[in-house]
């Protein structure tokens, strides 16, 4: 567990440079997740944000048909009061297909002005992102370019 966090540190340094500030950890539930949360810890101000929860219930006002058009703005103003590096957890709602969001897209729109790090509940193959398997509507697939993709498990990954 000791390398996923070497490779984090070196890339929360790394990345202040660029232009999206997006480093997304795949694979760490269990032990790992518990191991990064801990480092992180360190930084004053540095708590894991459950955005199912934050962003469910600022919706919650909205009718389904506005949904979509407040999910990137809402988001925004979730994050916006916290302090960098920002650390995302639970963000399954943004592949809900209703919201008609794309959840990579708009990470790294929020990682211009703060480093998000996100956990990612999906995997990673051939330098490719994934999440969920082919034929559910959840279902989204990127190539890893313009941010940092670490996998706590790579020989696992499917």
Same mark, same amino acid.
């Given at each position: 567990?000791?390398?996923?966090?070497?490779?984090?540190?070196?890339?929360?340094?790394?990345?202040?440079?660029?232009?999206?500030?997006?480093?997304?950890?795949?694979?760490?539930?269990?032990?790992?997740?518990?191991?990064?949360?801990?480092?992180?810890?360190?930084?004053?101000?540095?708590? &894991? #944000?459950? $955005?199912?929860?934050? %962003? +469910?219930?600022?919706?919650?006002?909205?009718?389904?048909?506005?949904?979509? =058009? /407040?999910?990137?703005?809402?988001?925004?103003?979730?994050?916006?009061?916290?302090?960098?590096?920002?650390?995302?957890?639970?963000?399954d709602i943004l592949f809900d297909p209703?919201?008609?969001?794309? &959840? #990579?897209? $708009?990470?790294?729109? %929020? +990682?211009?002005?703060?480093?998000?790090?996100?956990?990612?509940?999906?995997? =990673? /193959?051939?330098?490719?992102?994934?999440?969920?398997?082919?034929?559910?509507?959840?279902?989204?697939?990127?190539?890893?370019?313009?941010?940092?993709?670490?996998?706590?498990?790579?020989?696992?990954?499917?």
């Amino acid at each position: 567990m000791t390398e996923i966090l070497d490779k984090l540190r070196i890339s929360i340094e790394s990345i202040e440079t660029q232009y999206h500030r997006l480093i997304i950890l795949v694979n760490c539930e269990g032990a790992g997740k518990q191991d990064v949360l801990d480092m992180l810890k360190s930084n004053p101000g540095v708590t &894991p #944000l459950n $955005l199912n929860l934050e %962003l +469910s219930s600022r919706l919650l006002e909205y009718s389904i048909k506005q949904r979509p =058009l /407040k999910v990137t703005e809402i988001t925004t103003e979730i994050i916006e009061h916290l302090s960098s590096p920002v650390l995302l957890d639970k963000l399954d709602i943004l592949f809900d297909p209703s919201l008609q969001t794309d &959840p #990579l897209a $708009l990470l790294q729109s %929020l +990682s211009r002005s703060k480093t998000i790090i996100a956990f990612w509940s999906g995997s =990673l /193959k051939d330098n490719k992102l994934f999440y969920a398997e082919p034929g559910y509507p959840e279902y989204r697939s990127y190539p890893v370019q313009d941010f940092v993709a670490i996998d706590a498990k790579p020989q696992e990954s499917f």
